[in-house]
């Protein structure tokens, strides 16, 4: 039953606001809720329709926008008007996708290749934020349709790779479809939901969601412990996928069927009937062994066992992501309790069989796996509703976060795979006398020094009350919220100065360039220590010789002509060897000088304080 609750500036009575879950997918959407009665989520469809909403969208000559199974007839007859797989692009720039652009059979702008993509179509132009707008307004007219209330709040699933760019794209979509999108969920922690896994307080559960959808595929490695969920890793391929298994199928029959690449070439209209028949035939062999068909008297025809050996390599790849996904989160096949199958393509049962006995369990299919990442996100809104409480999600970081320090340094506050939320924080200090300007510069990578990392934003903490240096007391804190939105701030601890900023990146980074990042940071992990190592001591001696040269200006008349000789030659000892680039006699320099200085500072030291302690009243 719904709450009912009154409207003060009304007076009238009214329901307590329902809360949807949308799966946002690269191929269909939809959205699900909790049935009031039953209390069981389920997904809304109109009567004898599907619950799925092809995420296409065509742009008519008049400038009508057409959302769904009608936008997905137009694919053949007006390519360049109709856009398919636009959560592609969302958080992208042109370079992002350059190497995929074949992909894409619409225009997208490419003058520009440093800012976020934008789609052509006529005269007008179309960010990926529009254009997820017009599917998720789609979505919310349907359910204002189906459920005779205003939808006004939703719960959006994204994939658990998805960074904060593209997280904060899938945000402003949703405002701007009128959504108040109340939180950003893991796709894989929304299957784990729909199946109930997680909801008892007491169960604690490795579990694997595999999820191949139709032009991506995604496995995630989650730990549920205590009604808390955490992502241990993810893995994918994000241009793997059932559309895949269509092309093999329409390569099968080209030539075969009399169809043959010129006449595909040449006419478009043929080829996309040729692919939506693909699409049939491979859901056809899902429950059945031999497909027929024909396209103008051209004979169409598979078996289940030609299907399976022509995408073979296609699923041996998910499984080789199956296990670098185990790897990373320090696990083994048989430590996964239970497995979730999650996306369209895991009906195919090759793909079923390959990933239970890669995990040596059954599958858990049950849940229609082109609703369940939907069903979860409406149990996560209801959640959210407060009628149930007690549950917090965790999820992970895909890279670390840092900021840079003296010498061009990375030093990471919140390290690769952390979960999120997540907070950190550290003290840092100024370089120079009376410094009143602090760039604090955010960078993500693995690699020790900036320059080979992702620059996210940077700022000034500025008014910082003048200081000798080494004095001020900096404290960066970053916090990761629950939908993996990052905000950095800076404040001076002595006198309170304070500043932040919310990182919102340009635009993200691919899959690819994550992998490519960590793998350089392997590749490079041992000149990158080398080079840290005599960073941080080049850094120490400039210090040190900085900080002796003004302990000098102040206390020269103390010192005794022997320690000011000695000082001075071994300053310049520490300067030549610093100029030599030598980590080690750097260190050796340091020692030697800090060995001269000890007894004289600590004797000045210990004057001072006494001639400051004269004249305080206790
Ligand atoms: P996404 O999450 O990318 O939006 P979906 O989970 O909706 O994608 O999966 C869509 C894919 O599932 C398409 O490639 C579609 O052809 C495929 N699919 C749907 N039903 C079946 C089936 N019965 N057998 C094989 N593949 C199917
Ligand atoms: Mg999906």
């Known amino acids: 039953m719904a709450k009912i609750s009154i409207n003060i ?62 936008a997905r007839g137009h694919l053949i007859s007006s390519p360049e008007r109709t856009i398919f797989s636009a959560k592609r692009l969302m958080g992208k720039s042109y ?52 459920l005779k209330t205003p939808v006004n709040k939703a719960v959006i699933t994204v994939p658990a790779y998805f960074n904060d760019a593209q997280r904060q794209a899938t945000r402003d979509a949703g405002k701007l479809a009128g959504l108040d999108v109340l939180r950003v969920v893991n796709e ?26 139709g032009g991506t595929f995604d496995i995630s490695i989650l730990r549920i412990a205590g009604g808390i969920f955490e992502v241990l890793s993810t893995n994918g391929d994000t241009y793997l996928g059932g559309d895949d298994f269509d092309n093999v199928i329409v390569q099968h029959w080209t030539g075969k069927s009399g169809i043959t690449k010129e006449m595909l070439a040449a006419d478009s209209g043929l080829a996309q009937t040729l692919r939506l028949k693909a699409e049939e035939a491979k859901k056809y062999l899902s429950a059945n062994d031999v497909f027929e068909d024909e396209i103008n008297g051209h004979l169409l025809s598979i078996t289940k066992i030609e299907f399976e050996e022509i995408i073979r390599s296609f699923v041996y790849k998910t499984i080789a992501c199956c296990g670098s996904a185990l790897k990373d989160a320090g696990l083994k096949n048989i430590d996964i309790e239970t497995v979730v199958m999650v996306g369209g393509s895991t009906r195919v049962p090759l793909v079923k069989e390959s990933v239970s006995s890669f995990f040596g369990r059954p599958v858990n299919d049950t849940v229609n796996p082109d609703e369940v990442v939907a069903l979860g996100a409406a149990i996560q809104a209801d959640i959210l509703s407060g009628n149930n409480k007690e549950f917090l999600l965790l999820d992970i970081t895909p890279l670390s976060l840092g900021i840079e320090t003296a010498g061009g340094l990375m030093d990471v506050l919140i390290p690769r795979n952390a979960k999120i939320p997540s907070k950190a924080a550290r003290q840092y200090t100024t370089q120079v006398d009376g410094q009143a300007d602090m760039r604090i510069s955010v960078f993500q990578g693995e ?57 919102k990146p340009q635009y993200g980074l691919t899959d690819i360039e994550v992998e ?15 080079i840290r190592a005599l960073t941080e001591a080049k850094t120490e001696g400039d210090q040190l010789l900085k900080t002796t040269e003004r302990f000098l200006q102040k206390n020269a008349s103390m010192l005794t002509q022997e ?12 300067q030549l060897a610093i100029t030599m680039e030598d980590k080690d006699l750097v260190y050796n320099k340091i020692e030697t000088l800090n060995d001269i200085s000890r007894p004289y500072a600590e004797r000045i030291m210990d004057n001072a304080i006494a001639g400051a302690m004269k004249g305080k009243v206790i």
């Open 95 to 146: 370079n992002d996708i350059k190497n995929n652009a074949a992909f894409f059979s619409y225009k997208i702008i490419d003058d520009n290749t440093e800012s976020l993509v934008k789609v052509q179509v006529g005269n007008k132009f179309y960010s990926p934020v529009d254009l997820s707008s017009f599917i998720l307004k789609e979505l919310k007219i349907r359910a204002e349709h189906i």
């Open 516 to 530: 490519k990042m960590l793998l350089e940071s392997i590749t490079h992990a041992k000149d990158d220590i080398s």
């Open 563 to 574: 320690e000011l000789l000695q000082t001075a030659s071994a300053m310049q000892a520490l």
């Open 9 to 70: 500036a009304t007076g009238s009575l009214q329901q307590e606001e329902i809360i949807v879950g949308i799966d946002l997918g690269t191929t269909n959407s939809l959205i699900a809720i909790i049935h009031p009665d039953t209390k069981q989520p389920i997904a809304l469809k109109e009567h004898g329709s599907s619950s799925l909403v092809p995420s296409v969208i065509y742009f008519d000559e008049a400038g009508n926008v057409l959302v769904g199974e009608e």
């Open 447 to 503: 690699r020790d020094l900036v320059k080979d990392n992702r620059k996210l934003a940077a700022f000034n903490l500025t008014n910082i009350p003048g200081m000798p240096a080494g004095l001020p007391k900096v404290e960066v804190s970053f916090l990761i919220n629950a939908d993996g939105i990052l905000t950095v701030s800076a404040k001076e601890l002595r006198s309170g100065v304070e500043q932040s900023i919310e990182v």
């Open 188 to 213: 894989p922690t929304a299957a784990s939901l729909a199946y109930g896994v997680g909801l008892n307080k007491e169960e604690h559960k490795l579990i694997a969601v595999y999820d191949l959808g």
